[in-house]
């Protein structure tokens, strides 16, 4: 039987349900890995580009591993591939724009500055938390961002609501970075830069990722 892959399906969800009830449970983590995978060889393909050797030789490499060593390895290679593509959509929006207009901050607080304003410019769950922010008091803001959040999205959208959440712990780590003037880790300016852009789980889960080195980043200069 072909197997089949997250472009097969009308949506994410449905290419969850697919694997969920066709394919046996210890070998779900790997198809989902594999389909993640073909998600981002879908977008070389859209791009134009041919898949990198080194990618493509190293995934050759790891399918004839056994499990629970394969699907860990799939994965490390997916963030890997991730990395690369973010770096790879950050220089091209770079090339895009004019000497002008593009700049590179002469500090750590001044790259924030321009971060925080390309979110609230581009990132529309960041500008929903940015306007809620600016209009209400100091107190009223955990008593009824919640609600302001069911309103604006709708209270079934609950992908939305749990990213547009995440922006506001994204808010406040940038803040602290910006008052003590902390460079950020690294990739970090690029992966925030398009987490918006990103779909599905894929988008959560570089989320979560990207918040945890930030935090991890403070505590370390915190302890040092």
């Not at 779900?28 to 977008?43: E, H, K, N, W």
């Not at 050759?60 to 963030?79: G, H, K, S, W």
């Not at 300016?189 to 779909?199: D, K, T």
Request: aromatic share 12%.
């Amino acid at each position: 039987m072909t197997r089949k892959t997250p472009s097969d399906f009308g949506s994410h969800d449905d290419w969850l349900t697919h694997v969920r009830s066709e394919i046996p449970l210890p070998e779900q983590p790997y198809a989902l890995a594999i389909g993640r995978m073909d998600l981002f060889r879908s977008f070389y393909r859209i791009q134009g580009l041919p898949f990198p050797t080194q990618f493509a030789e190293e995934a050759r490499r790891i399918v004839i591993m056994q499990d629970p060593e394969r699907t860990a390895a799939l994965e490390a290679l997916n963030d890997l591939i991730f990395k690369s593509l973010t770096v790879y959509l950050f220089n091209r929006a770079q090339s895009l724009t004019s000497i002008d207009e593009w700049w590179t901050p002469a500090s750590p607080r001044r790259q924030i500055e321009e971060l925080s304003r390309h979110l609230a410019q581009k990132n529309p769950y960041f500008a929903l938390w940015s306007g809620y922010k600016s209009g209400v008091s100091d107190r009223s803001v955990a008593e009824k961002w919640d609600d302001y959040l069911a309103q604006e999205l709708g209270p079934h959208r609950a992908e939305e609501i749990d990213f547009t959440r995440s922006m506001v712990e994204l808010d406040r780590l940038l803040t602290l970075f910006h008052d003590d003037n902390l460079p950020l880790p690294r990739l970090a300016y690029e992966r925030i830069w398009f987490l918006h852009c990103l779909r599905g789980p894929e988008r959560m889960a570089q989320t979560r990722a990207v918040l945890g080195t930030l935090m991890a980043e403070l505590g370390a200069c915190t302890f040092a």
